[in-house]
């Protein structure tokens, strides 16, 4: 589903009534947030996808580590987790789809949380996710709707993930490639998350399936600033420029491409390729996170405890029309 199809689709929810809603669909964020009383709020998102790789315990690691961003993205600490899996019985073992529930039930179990429960169906294609469950304080809920001009934006996964799960469907990978996108996308966001509620951050979001300047324009658009980036200091996986140069890239990046880019105003020195990489549909990507100026030193640092191999200042929040993003080379 497109960008635009989905802002379609969630525009017929009706309103949300309920004062005790702190976040809803209304901001696009990574999960909802309900007050649970004065100190105390849940934080809820679900996520499920089909396969980006080919080992099923693989891919339910990626899967989990995917949906339980959501909550890190908030700042909110993960409870628990219900899993959701779709397999076609009898096209496929039986065996793949333990492999799968045994590889999400161990990356939950790293975040420190378990998978009570949850729902399967008879479905043409594996699909595979979680519903998690997480809570923080009410007055301590990190949104994408804080971000103020002069914040620093800081991502903790590098670029290409999409890029290159593409050219796994297209066997044009090496083994040891392959194993290195595996390794990005089910590193949880644990260390980012507890780093960024540490030293105090204006804003946050995950980088998924609409790219970074997609849920970037999200950030801008729903605090009411816009945005530049410096594409020089974006961090992109080994490989990942090679393929865009030989045309290999996914149809959900060319579609966020196409979609976002009236919102942004792209330098001529910033060619096509860059364009796309920064456009690139992520699966399991980094935190970016809006930090106030001088409290960035302090994020990096704290990064550097928490092991977080990833740590790019990318650019800044501005004080120009709100929903607009600046892409530079430096």
Known sequence: MSPGDLGQALRGLPPIRDPAVLVGPGSWDDAA?????????????????????????SFGMVAAANAISDIYAMGARPLLALAVI????????????????????????????????????DDSEPKYGLCVTGLVHPERVVTNAGARPGDLLVLTKPLGIGILTHSIKKAL?????VDRVVEVMAQLNRGASEAMVEVGVSAC????????????????????????VRCSQVPVLDGAREKVRE???????????EFYSPR?????????????????????????????????EALVEALVRR????RAVIGEVLSGPPGRLEVVRD
């Open 86 to 121: 779709g397999f076609p019985v009898g096209k496929l073992p039986l065996s793949d789809m333990e492999l799968i529930l045994q590889g999400g039930a161990d990356k939950a179990r790293e975040a420190g949380i378990e998978i009570v429960g949850g729902h399967s169906l």
């Open 264 to 296: 942004i105003d792209w330098h001529r020195e910033v060619d096509t390729g860059e364009r796309l990489i920064l456009a690139d549909a992520q699966t399991s990507g980094g935190l970016l996170i809006a930090v106030p100026r001088d409290r960035a």
């Open 307 to 310: 092991d977080v191999g990833t």
């Open 173 to 177: 990978l090496r083994e040891a490639e």
């Open 205 to 228: 979001t995950d980088v998924t399936g609409f790219g970074l300047v997609g849920h970037l324009l999200e950030m801008l658009a729903a605090s009411g600033v816009s945005g530049r």
């Open 247 to 257: 045309g290999v890239f996914p149809g959900g990046t060319g579609k966020n491409l």
């Open 33 to 57: 947030v309900y007050r649970l009383s004065g100190d105390l709020a849940l934080v809820q998102s679900v996520d499920v996808f089909t396969p980006v790789v080919d080992d099923p315990y």
